[in-house]
């Protein structure tokens, strides 16, 4: 496996990044299966791992260092913060307050005394962004956190942050995760360019659409049930912007064949051969989800075929708006209403 360097740390990294979001309660329940993935992964090249405190209510972080024991220097080591844990006030967010004890709760579920990139998973539309990067700034003082990064912030956000870490000498966001894929390219117009600029990572999430480009759905299939974890903005395949994914997704899967690889194959190769990509955060929930998305980390794809995909999604373009799950309120229409 051929790595590459997170922006402009000097840290080497797999193209694929082990996202764990499936393993606990919202996915793998299975805490021994889980564990043997993320030891396949690692065995595989695999050296970045991303999780967050509120995957499974920290059930997630758990796992990982459990898996991790022994092995922990083998890899890049990511967490988020920000979300709610609890219902009680201060218990998210990007405050001093919460990321202090936030960090500490992490640090002890993962049995590790440092986080290698810790990462703010939102932007808050109503604190000063310098409030979090001076926190965070503290912790790598301390040695608790080597790096800090952003997740699904917008171009406009990740200047903004740029900036205050210049102007008051705070420690800088070094990487960006935001969602990816050859259905939801809206990074490619701001939020890529931004990253390239200042010299980010980009470790991008939800690389096959959120179940899209794994081939689990296609034009014969049967409807697919809503339900929380599949918004019936995204998932209603009675919905017009939803059929013209199933459209481009049959042209997808030929486009695979015709090149000789799978369509995850061709999904994954996508994300990972932007220039402006550093990693693609895959997250299987078993095992066999794991060794399909493997292969992907050695596929080259031909201009010929990156052609036939802007062909069917054109850069720059997400088919369906609801599957944009970040941005500025300023991206929104009612933002802009007076």
């Not at 193209?15 to 690692?42: E, Q, Y």
């Not at 991303?50 to 758990?62: H, P, W």
């Not at 918004?231 to 042209?251: H, W, Y």
Request: hydrophobic content about 40%; charged content about 25%; overall charge negative.
């Amino acid at each position: 496996m051929e790595y590459r360097l997170l922006g402009r740390t000097g840290v080497e990294v797999s193209p694929l990044c082990l996202g764990t979001m499936m393993f606990g309660a919202w996915g793998n329940k299975d805490v021994d299966d889980s564990i043997r993935i993320i030891h396949r992964a690692m065995d595989a090249g695999i050296n970045f791992i991303d999780t967050a405190d509120v995957y499974s209510a920290g059930e997630s972080e758990e796992i990982v260092g459990k898996a991790l024991r022994g092995r922990r220097d083998d890899v890049v080591l990511a967490t988020k913060f920000f979300m709610p844990m609890g219902k009680e006030p201060n218990r998210s967010g990007g405050s001093r307050k919460w990321i202090m004890q936030a960090v500490e709760n992490s640090l002890r579920r993962l049995g590790t005394d440092y986080i290698d990139l810790y990462q703010v998973h939102r932007p808050s539309a109503v604190m000063d962004v310098e409030e979090t990067l001076g926190a965070l700034t503290d912790l790598v003082r301390q040695g608790k956190v080597r790096y800090i990064g952003s997740s699904s912030y917008s171009g406009s956000q990740i200047v903004e942050a740029q900036v205050a870490s210049r102007e008051r000498n705070l420690a800088r966001f070094v990487t960006e995760q935001p969602p990816y894929s050859i259905l939801v390219r809206g990074i490619e117009q701001d939020v890529l360019p931004t990253t390239e600029r200042h010299g980010m990572g980009t470790l991008t999430y939800s690389p096959l659409a959120g179940g899209w480009l794994s081939g689990k759905w296609r034009k014969d299939t049967a409807p697919t049930p809503t339900s929380a974890a599949r918004p019936k903005a995204r998932f209603d395949m009675t919905s017009g912007a939803n059929q013209q994914k199933l459209e481009v997704v049959d042209a997808l899967a030929r486009v695979a064949e015709e090149a000789g690889i799978s369509l995850i194959d061709l999904a994954l190769g996508f994300v990972i051969n932007h220039p402006g990509v550093t990693s693609a955060i895959i997250g299987p929930r078993t095992m066999d989800q794991l060794e399909s998305q493997l292969p992907a980390a050695d596929v080259k794809l031909s201009v010929e075929v990156l052609d036939r995909i802007d062909g069917l999604v054109a850069p720059g373009l997400t088919l369906n708006p609801d599957d944009n799950s970040y941005g500025a309120n300023e991206l929104t229409a009612a933002a802009r209403r007076r």
